[in-house]
């Protein structure tokens, strides 16, 4: 540059980077459009998916407690059975 010059512009070389660089903005912001939709489907089903593991989870647990309520309930049975066998030994009667 020369002192007291104003620089040249080349403005055909200007214009091709402008519209180079609005190409490339465009590319992207199409690609970011395709990789936001197929973000939102894949959010959506997973959505689906964890309401759908959330209510196999409820009946799971509804199942648990049902068991957990048997199998106190023999427990119980099974220690009165054993109170029983010390008062009344193999069945056998008393004379």
């Known amino acids: 540059m020369t002192e007291g010059k104003a620089p ?3 403005y055909e070389l200007l214009g091709e980077s402008v ?3 609005t190409r490339q903005i465009n590319r ?3 690609e970011m ?3 936001t ?3 939102c489907s894949m959010g959506r089903e997973l959505v ?3 309401d759908d593991y959330e209510k196999n ?3 799971i647990t509804k199942v648990n407690e049902c068991v957990d309520e048997t199998l106190c309930k023999v427990l119980l049975a099974i220690k009165q059975n054993e109170y029983l066998q010390a008062w009344y030994p193999d069945g ?3 004379t």
Request: no cysteine; aromatic share 4%.
């Open 28 to 30: 992207i912001a199409n």
């Open 48 to 50: 689906k998916k964890v």
């Open 8 to 10: 040249t512009i080349n």
């Open 37 to 39: 939709k197929q973000a």
């Open 19 to 21: 519209a180079h660089l």
């Open 33 to 35: 459009a395709v990789f």
């Open 92 to 94: 056998r009667k008393s």
């Open 57 to 59: 989870l409820k009946k």
